[in-house]
Every structure is written in structure tokens, then in C-alpha cells.
């Protein structure tokens, strides 16, 4: 990044236009995963309202999220991610539910899993 930034610095003394990529701690372009979003709501209302967040996190790809035992509904956004996995067991494991990438609005974290049958998502994953 050092050469990146020394290089524009130099294109911009000559007059060329030149966008920097901004990094955020992890080293990790903020405009790549600015979007991603994971909310947390006690109720469905809550949630199509936006309104009283339990928990929200700007999730990393591959980071599982415990989905907290108060949490009703929940929201996600993947940004530029391609997969969203809602979980049946703690830490990303047990049953799976895919999700569509993107965004597919407020979900309740009751779902029917496969063919199994009803089951509450307790972590989720994006990547």
C-alpha cells in the first residue's frame, strides 16, 4: 500500500485524478465490504421498523454470528458476498439454511429447515 500511496502522490502532483483505496484495521478495502450488514431484532415489527436493535455487526467473510437467545428477526445484507447460511446449532454447525445473497428483507429466525422440518437459526455465516 506504502508504493500504492507514494505513486499516486506523485500522479497527483502532476494533475491525474487518482482514488485512493481506503483500508480499515485488518487490511481490508472498506468500499469491499462497507455493505454487509446483520442485525438483530426481538421482534419482527421491530425489525421491518428498524427500530430497536439488540445487535447489529458489520460482518467479515467466513465470521460466524451467534444469534442471541432474545433475537425474533433478523436482517441481513450480503454486500458483495455470494453465500448467507443461517445455522441450527451454535458456532455454524448442526442444520443448514441458505439463504439468497443480497438481501431478502427481514427474516424470522424460526425457518424450515430442508426437510426436517422447524428449527431456530442460532449462528449465521456470510462469505
Given at each position: 500500500m506504502?508504493a500504492?500511496a507514494?505513486?499516486?502522490?506523485a500522479?497527483?502532483?502532476?494533475g491525474?485524478?487518482v482514488?485512493?483505496?481506503?483500508?480499515?484495521?485488518?487490511g481490508e478495502?472498506l468500499?469491499?465490504?462497507?455493505a454487509?450488514?446483520?442485525?438483530q431484532?426481538a421482534l419482527?415489527?421491530?425489525?421491518?421498523?428498524?427500530?430497536?436493535?439488540?445487535?447489529?455487526?458489520?460482518?467479515r467473510?467466513g465470521e460466524?454470528?451467534?444469534i442471541?437467545?432474545?433475537?425474533?428477526?433478523?436482517?441481513?445484507?450480503?454486500?458483495?458476498?455470494?453465500t448467507?447460511?443461517?445455522y441450527t446449532?451454535?458456532?455454524?454447525?448442526?442444520g443448514k439454511?441458505?439463504?439468497?445473497?443480497?438481501?431478502?428483507?427481514?427474516?424470522?429466525?424460526?425457518q424450515?429447515?430442508g426437510?426436517?422440518?422447524?428449527a431456530?437459526?442460532?449462528s449465521f455465516?456470510?462469505s
Open positions: 506504502k500504492y507514494l505513486i499516486s502522490v500522479l497527483l502532483a502532476v491525474v485524478p482514488t485512493l483505496a481506503q483500508e480499515d484495521a485488518g478495502q468500499d469491499t465490504r462497507a454487509q450488514k446483520f442485525n431484532y419482527y415489527s421491530d425489525c421491518r421498523t428498524d427500530e430497536h436493535i439488540l445487535y447489529h455487526k458489520a460482518p467473510s460466524c454470528i451467534k442471541d437467545e432474545k433475537t425474533g428477526s433478523f436482517f441481513y445484507n450480503t454486500g458483495g458476498l455470494k448467507a447460511i443461517g446449532a451454535e458456532g455454524c454447525h448442526g439454511k441458505f439463504f439468497p445473497a443480497g438481501s431478502d428483507g427481514c427474516q424470522p429466525v424460526t424450515r429447515i426437510w426436517t422440518g422447524i431456530k437459526i442460532k455465516k456470510m
